[in-house]
């Protein structure tokens, strides 16, 4: 019941904060038509609210509640995704099946931001699924991890108390376990990869 309500109201705050990002994406486009054209601050304006959809949509499925069987079309994800790159720390790969059940696309979410603690200066995810397995790696200079989080993910009895910007590493085990998944990881200067 707990991890479920927590899912629920992670998708409350998601959905009630797209429409007022959606308003100001509609507003800015207002602005943008009435004055035939755009200044740089309504440029940044857009731009900006433009991400803030991109990772409410992305927080939504990382940290909300699905129904069964409930699918995400590949289109929907690599457009949350290509709004997040525009941001240009990180760029990220999709290659999966055309629909994936929402509990993969979760985990998978959940994965990304994992991999995204260790690229500290920026990089590149590649995400594939291929037969129902999925392997996730983050390409970037000096890769940096927290070896006692990493180690967690694989045995979830090692699990240390994790601060909010790090929630992520306590759910992927909590979604893996619900999938029937375990999680194992490779790390190199470059290149940190993971796959269950």
């Given at each position: 019941?707990?991890?479920?309500?927590?899912k629920?109201?992670?998708?409350?705050?998601?959905?009630?904060?797209?429409?007022?990002?959606?308003?100001i994406n509609?507003?800015?486009?207002?602005?943008?038509?009435?004055?035939?054209?755009?200044?740089?601050?309504?440029?940044?304006?857009?731009q900006?609210?433009?991400?803030?959809?991109?990772r409410i949509?992305?927080?939504r499925?990382a940290?909300?509640?699905a129904?069964?069987?409930q699918i995400?079309?590949?289109s929907?994800?690599?457009?949350?995704?290509?709004?997040?790159?525009?941001?240009g720390?990180?760029?990220?790969?999709w290659?999966s099946?055309?629909?994936v059940?929402r509990?993969?696309?979760?985990?998978a979410?959940?994965?990304?931001?994992?991999?995204?603690?260790?690229?500290?200066?920026?990089?590149?995810?590649v995400?594939?699924?291929?037969?129902?397995?999925?392997s996730?790696s983050a390409?970037?200079?000096?890769i940096?991890?927290?070896?006692?989080?990493?180690a967690?993910?694989a045995?979830?009895?090692?699990?240390?108390d994790?601060?909010?910007?790090?929630?992520?590493?306590?759910?992927?085990p909590?979604?893996?376990?619900?999938?029937?998944?375990?999680?194992?990881y490779d790390?190199?200067?470059?290149?940190?990869?993971?796959?269950?």
């Open positions: 019941m707990t991890n479920t309500l927590a629920l109201v992670g998708s409350r705050i998601c959905h009630d904060l797209s429409s007022p990002i959606g308003a509609n507003g800015v486009e207002l602005l943008s038509l009435s004055n035939g054209s755009t200044t740089d601050e309504i440029e940044l304006i857009g900006s609210a433009e991400a803030a959809s991109a949509m992305f927080f499925i940290y909300g509640g129904q069964d069987g995400a079309r590949a929907e994800i690599t457009n949350i995704l290509e709004q997040m790159s525009k941001s720390k990180y760029t990220y790969v290659n099946r055309d629909a059940v509990l993969d696309t979760q985990a979410f959940l994965a990304i931001q994992c991999l995204e603690t260790c690229l500290t200066t920026g990089g590149e995810i995400i594939e699924e291929q037969d129902g397995s999925w996730l390409k970037g200079k000096n940096r991890l927290n070896k006692t989080l990493w967690s993910l045995d979830p009895s090692l699990s240390e994790v601060t909010s910007a790090e929630v992520q590493f306590a759910l992927l909590l979604a893996l376990s619900e999938m029937g998944r375990s999680l194992s790390a190199s200067p470059n290149q940190f990869s993971i796959s269950y």
